[in-house]
Structure formats: C-alpha cells, structure tokens
C-alpha cells in the first residue's frame, strides 16, 4: 500500500506533466510563429517575472554555494534542451516529438550509472534497446514522406534535447531534496533565461502583440508545472514519478489533433509503444540478474 503522501505525488506529479503538455502545445504554436528561440528566450522572461513574485513572497535567502551549483548546471541544460526540443517539434507533429522524447528515462539510466556508479543490468540493456527500436521505428516512418528531411532534422533535434533532458531528470531529484520548489522555479527561470540572453544580440526579436498571450500563457503553465514537479519529487523516488512522463503523450495526441489537426501515424504508436513498453520494463529492480560491465 502506498502511503497518503506518496499517492499525492503521484496525482501531484501527473498533474504536473498535464499542464507541461498544454505549454508544449502553446510553444510549438510560438515556435512556429516566431521561431524557436524568440519562443524560449520571451517564455522564460515571462517566467523570471512570475516565479521571482512567488520566491519574493517567502522572504528568501541566497541559496549555499552546492545547491546555487546546481541551480546553474540544471538551468543551463535547461535553456540547452528547451531550445533544441522546440526546434525540433515546430517541424513535427506534437505527439511524435513527444513519443521521441521518451527516450529520456532509459538515457537517464546509463547517465545514473556514469555519474551515480549505479549498475546496469543485462536485461535492462536488452530493454533499452527495445527502446532504441521503437525509435528507429518512428524515424523509418518519417523517411521519403513529404518535407522527410525537415522532419528527420526535427527528430535529430528532439533526441539531442531528450539527451540533455535525461541528465535534468537526475538534476530534478537532487535539486528538489535542496532547494523548495518557488526558489528552484525561480533559479531555473533566471538562469535559463541568463543563457538564452547570450545570443540575443545576433537572435532576438520583439514578439509580435498577438503572440504575448501565448508567451505569457505558456509561462504560466511552464511555471505551475515546474512547482507542482518539484514539490512531487521531493515526496518521492524519480524512478516511481518518471513512468508519469508517458501520460504526456496522451495529452500530446489530443492537443495536437485539436489544435494543429495532426493525426497519428500507425508508425508513431507503435514506436512510442515499444518506447514505453522498454522504458517501463528497464525500470524494474531485479535483484537476482547479472550486471553488465
């Protein structure tokens, strides 16, 4: 049985991933309208505003030394991931950007026991590459459709920002058992908009009106998100809550088929099928199986 507070940051968490999926939907709208950078560079703004009201209220202090460390590597590949992520899904249908993205937790197994020392079991690696299939699956679906090469670009882009996302979910964890989820908020908005803002000599532009709700809307879904995440993961493991993350892909067929009339390919349900089935498989502790070196 699950205790009360672990059943909260489970429904916590889901809601969490819900309100990243209706951003994910605004963003690649933004992405599209006004690129992919003017998207993450204003959203963040926004963000700083938002998130620094909430951390002002509690009277903070400067955070130590190690936890501002992570608040800066965590924001930073943030701003690295966000970015390549929306390149990426402005030039594909939001589910299957979505779909490739699940690729994170079994990324996040290998980048655990590179940088955590924890073991990698030989089963788990099979179901990894069961994983590693259903992406190839989605890409062989892509390939000589209309507009094939802007899409498999677009896929290359989600994979790279699923790589940087897999060691944010390691970030996650540490950050949240740290820092509370209004500071955490803040920190990664304010660094992620600090990193952003290197290139806006060369790379910015001021966001047409009709587009401020937008940015201003996916701030605030990208803000509640973050909080309701953060405080999730400080109640319970990440290996539990990440298996949450697939629910986005629910949420992403339908935004997507609403909002941009995208249908689902029988190609991205069955790569994101097996994605799910091997990620979900790798998560399993078995006690009893041989390690891999």
């Known amino acids: 049985m699950f205790s009360t507070q672990h059943s909260k940051a489970v429904m916590v968490c889901a809601l ?16 599209i309208a006004i690129g992919a950078y003017d998207a993450a560079l204003w959203r963040s703004v926004a963000g700083i505003g938002m998130t620094g009201l909430l ?34 899904v402005a030039r594909l249908p939001l589910a299957e950007g979505i779909a490739l993205s699940f690729i994170a937790p079994l990324l996040t197994l290998y980048l655990a026991a590179v940088l955590l ?8 690696i099979g179901y ?42 390691i970030l996650q964890r540490q950050q949240a058992q ?7 908020a803040f920190f990664g908005a304010s660094v992620m908009g600090a990193v952003l803002a290197l290139a806006a000599p060369w790379q910015a532009h001021l966001p047409p009106v009709n587009q401020w709700a937008a940015i201003f809307g996916s701030a605030v879904f ?30 992403a067929a339908i935004l997507g088929f609403l909002i941009f009339h995208e249908p689902l390919s ?28």
């Open 117 to 124: 020392g924890e073991r990698v079991g030989v089963k788990q």
């Open 128 to 169: 990894s590459v069961m994983g590693l299939a259903g992406v190839a699956v989605i890409l062989a679906g892509r390939l000589g459709g209309p507009h094939s090469r802007d899409a498999v670009w677009g896929a290359g882009a989600v994979l790279l920002s699923a790589l940087a996302y897999s060691y944010n979910l």
């Open 178 to 184: 740290l820092a509370s989820p209004e500071e955490s």
């Open 16 to 31: 969490g991933v819900a309100l990243y999926s209706v951003m994910d939907a605004l963003m690649k709208g933004l992405s």
């Open 222 to 251: 990208a803000s509640c998100a973050f909080l309701l995440l953060s405080w999730a993961y400080a109640r319970a493991e990440a290996k539990v809550l990440v298996n949450l993350e697939y629910t986005a892909f629910i949420w």
């Open 55 to 88: 951390y002002g209220l509690r009277k903070p202090r400067w955070p130590p030394r190690p936890v501002l460390k992570i608040h800066l590597i965590r924001g930073s590949v943030a701003a690295l991931l966000v970015y390549l992520f929306f390149w990426g």
């Open 266 to 293: 029988p190609t991205t349900l069955l790569g994101a099928g097996l994605i799910v089935l091997g990620c979900g498989l790798a998560a399993r502790r078995e006690k009893s199986e041989p390690i891999a070196a």
